[in-house]
């Protein structure tokens, strides 16, 4: 169809060819295989001049605004691709919204032509059913097609608060955490056995239970803060009520294990500009939070670091 074009603008066929850096024969091949499909003839071909007949203007007509709009969608495309555009439909755990709310912020600051639809949930969601472009998540996708980029690594802390001790006795053996009210999350990884690394660096664990599970984890810790019983909690998410003795942790000389917070999307090749723009930013911002997320550095009696702090990277 291009070539097609090509003749009828330039007059003729050797004009056509060395616009389009091709041969003579070539252009004419294209042009015969457009009559043969179509099963009408589109040029009047005498040896001086090349001339439309009734249906090739038509044709001609048609194809100049079709040929317009392919070279309209190209550039937009390309567009796209090099400066972040459109909506951005992110997911990610309702509990790290902290974290994303300054990408979010950095993203739609550095490009105003870009827009973010965040949803959050405790539940990972299917991103290419729910046309969802990225998300920011804690545990681990089961979606082994997804693409996984590990944006920070974290773990759990045993902990409990100030009030359940004094009621109840502190473990001081791993077994003995299995006769305590243990305040569960329902999506934990390893369900009701809570994994650790012990003194001797051999994994260790323990099986729990207790009268409260939940996918929520702010319920979880509002819950353990009331006395209720050990709560295996998020470092981030429990870093001012350590700091602050609101909360206490037990058995220090165990760790549990490690897990990575990453960012999840469909497709490796291609990724549009929107996506490896936040996803770079997400990088930026996630290495500048490690305070929170790193465990062994949350000092009780010390101020928890800010959401400010961490944006000025002094984590």
């Known amino acids: 169809m291009t ?6 603008d330039c007059g003729g066929f050797s004009a056509a060819a060395r616009r389009l850096n091709m041969s003579v024969t070539m252009v004419s091949n294209h042009v015969q295989a457009l009559e043969d499909r179509l099963g009408v003839r589109l040029l009047n071909r005498t040896t001086r001049r090349v001339g439309l007949t009734e249906i090739g203007k038509a044709y001609y007509e048609r194809c100049t605004f079709v040929l317009g709009e392919l070279e ?6 390309s567009a796209l691709q090099s400066s972040p555009r459109g ?3 992110l997911y990610g755990n309702a509990h790290i919204v902290r974290f994303l709310a300054p990408v979010i912020s950095e993203f739609l600051t550095l490009y105003p032509a870009a827009s973010v639809d965040l949803g959050t949930g405790t539940r990972m969601v299917d991103l290419i059913e729910e046309g969802y472009d990225l998300a920011i998540w804690t545990v681990p996708s089961a979606d082994s097609s997804l693409i996984v980029r590990n944006l920070a690594s974290w773990r759990h802390l045993l902990c409990c608060s100030p009030d359940y001790l004094e009621h109840h006795p502190r473990p001081t053996r791993l077994e003995e955490v299995a006769q305590h009210n243990c305040l569960r999350y329902a999506l934990y990884p390893f369900g009701d056995e809570w994994r650790f690394i012990g003194p001797d660096g051999k994994p260790a664990n323990v099986r729990v239970s207790g009268n409260f599970i939940t996918g929520n984890g702010e319920a979880l810790r509002l819950v353990a803060l009331s006395g209720q019983g050990l709560f295996m909690a998020p470092s981030f998410l429990v870093a001012e009520d350590l700091a602050s003795g609101r909360l206490v942790r037990v058995l220090e000389d165990h760790r549990p294990v490690e897990f990575a917070m990453n960012a999840i999307y469909p497709h490796r090749h291609h990724v549009s500009g929107k996506i490896r723009a936040f996803l770079d930013l997400t990088v930026q911002q996630f290495a500048k939070y490690r305070t929170w997320l790193d465990a062994e550095r949350i000092v009780p009696g010390e101020a928890a670091p800010s959401e400010d702090e961490g944006t000025a990277g002094k984590a």
Request: charge should be neutral; hydrophobic fraction near 45%.
């Open 87 to 89: 909506t951005l439909r």
């Open 3 to 8: 070539t097609f074009v090509r003749v009828v």
């Open 72 to 77: 309209e969608a190209d550039r937009e495309a």
